[in-house]
T-cell receptor, first 112, second 115 residues
């Protein structure tokens, strides 16, 4: 079945350093979404990418969708302690049925 | 806008009892709702997809007779864990999608503990 792999599983950075998490799907995706989950909380939608090669920015966050629509990345510039949490990518390969396959998540720790 | 609520937020029950979890879209009509399960420090696993007025579609390995899903209206879906056992203890999260776009809005989750 479809798999979405996400690396790294954990990342510890010093505040101010950059951070990147990568997502790879075994199948071509119709769209990919990114979520952030704080400890004890629920996933909060960050962004969705639909087009091949798409790049979107939200302040210090940059999201990319690969040309083949099978991989994606989230890059955070100059991390802050408020960036702490687990970042999940979630791919939809079923033609917009909404069935999301989540990656394993990358847990980010930021040392002040 | 796009708020999804879940009730209860947490529940503790004895083994063998049934537990119902509600998922509501508060300010939009959810044509499709999804139910996920998340074990500690793990990712979200899709359990089933429910469309209003029709039977839920379960993912492989999810027992439909154990996890009963009802999507009776465009704003409410329920998940009933029947004859719960300790291994069913988990964080259950629903999400809802409206009539347009890809975005799913997640509820705050229900933490189920089965003793």
């Amino acid at each position: 079945g479809q798999q979405v792999m996400q690396i790294p599983q954990y990342q510890h950075v010093q505040e101010g350093e950059d951070f990147t998490t990568y997502c790879n799907s075994s199948t071509t995706l119709s769209n990919i979404q990114w979520y952030k989950q704080r400890p004890g909380g629920h996933p909060v939608f960050l962004i969705q990418l639909v087009k091949s090669g798409e790049v979107k920015k939200q302040k210090r966050l940059t999201f990319q969708f690969g040309e083949a629509k099978k991989n994606s990345s989230l890059h955070i510039t100059a991390t802050q302690t408020t960036d702490v949490g687990t970042y999940f990518c979630a791919g939809d390969s079923s033609g917009n049925t909404g069935k999301l396959i989540f990656g394993q998540g990358t847990t980010l720790q930021v040392k002040p | 806008g796009a708020v999804v609520s879940q009730h209860p937020s947490w529940v503790i029950c004895k083994s063998g009892t049934s537990v119902k979890i509600e998922c509501r879209s508060l300010d939009f009509q959810a044509t499709t709702m999804f139910w996920y399960r998340q074990f500690p420090k793990q990712s979200l696993m899709l359990m089933a997809t429910s469309n209003e007025g029709s039977k839920a579609t379960y993912e492989q390995g999810v027992e439909k007779d154990k996890f009963l899903i009802n999507h009776a209206s465009l704003t409410l879906s329920t998940l009933t864990v029947t004859s719960a056992h300790p291994e069913d203890s988990s964080f259950y999260i629903c999400s809802a999608r409206g009539t347009s776009g890809y975005t799913q809005y997640f509820g705050p989750g229900t933490r189920l503990t089965v003793l």
